[in-house]
């Protein structure tokens, strides 16, 4: 991660992590996020983009079959791969765009204005605190949310395919 960037990531990441945060953050995020996308013609912009890595998961409902569309916090690494987590605002449940993962790993992705083909490979236990380092890495403090959870969070792979 840049480091001139790492500083503002550790100050957001702490106020993400605040009670506050993960009250009003569910229902504040979203439309701000649309909004943002609405008025940059789908760019992000510096909070989406440089503070806090984002892509747009599209996938298929797990039980409703319709198409789905979730912004989502991502962890990209050099090696083309990305992280997705369902830490859901540190809430107890388990995301519902990780159900539909699990259900149909191949799905579509828009990162950095492109929109590609992706597998998506659940992080085996094996390698969670391996993973957990590269989060932590790119967003301070991140698994404190598995703590405020109460639930082991599901981590995805994104592989391009």
Same mark, same amino acid.
């Given at each position: 991660m840049a480091t001139a960037i790492r500083p503002v990531r550790v100050v957001v990441a702490r106020f993400t992590r605040t009670r506050f945060f993960r009250s009003y953050g569910p229902r504040m995020m979203p439309p701000l996020e649309r909004f943002a996308a609405r008025v940059t013609g789908g760019r992000r912009g510096p909070l989406s983009g440089a503070v806090v890595p984002s892509l747009v998961l599209h996938t298929v409902g797990a039980r409703s079959g319709e198409p789905r569309e979730t912004l989502l916090m991502c962890c990209p690494v050099p090696?083309? %791969?990305?992280? /997705? %987590?369902g830490s859901n605002f540190a809430r107890p449940e388990h995301p519902a765009w990780t159900w539909n993962l699990i259900a149909n790993g191949d799905v579509e992705i828009e990162y950095r204005g492109e929109r590609f083909a992706v597998r998506a490979e659940l992080v085996s236990d094996a390698e969670r605190e391996q993973t +957990? !380092? /590269?989060? !932590? !890495?790119? +967003?301070p403090g991140y698994r404190g949310y598995e703590r405020s959870s109460g639930r082991t969070l599901r981590i995805f792979r994104l592989v391009p395919r």
């Amino acid at each position: 991660m840049a480091t001139a960037i790492r500083p503002v990531r550790v100050v957001v990441a702490r106020f993400t992590r605040t009670r506050f945060f993960r009250s009003y953050g569910p229902r504040m995020m979203p439309p701000l996020e649309r909004f943002a996308a609405r008025v940059t013609g789908g760019r992000r912009g510096p909070l989406s983009g440089a503070v806090v890595p984002s892509l747009v998961l599209h996938t298929v409902g797990a039980r409703s079959g319709e198409p789905r569309e979730t912004l989502l916090m991502c962890c990209p690494v050099p090696d083309g %791969t990305i992280y /997705v %987590t369902g830490s859901n605002f540190a809430r107890p449940e388990h995301p519902a765009w990780t159900w539909n993962l699990i259900a149909n790993g191949d799905v579509e992705i828009e990162y950095r204005g492109e929109r590609f083909a992706v597998r998506a490979e659940l992080v085996s236990d094996a390698e969670r605190e391996q993973t +957990w !380092e /590269v989060l !932590e !890495e790119n +967003w301070p403090g991140y698994r404190g949310y598995e703590r405020s959870s109460g639930r082991t969070l599901r981590i995805f792979r994104l592989v391009p395919r």
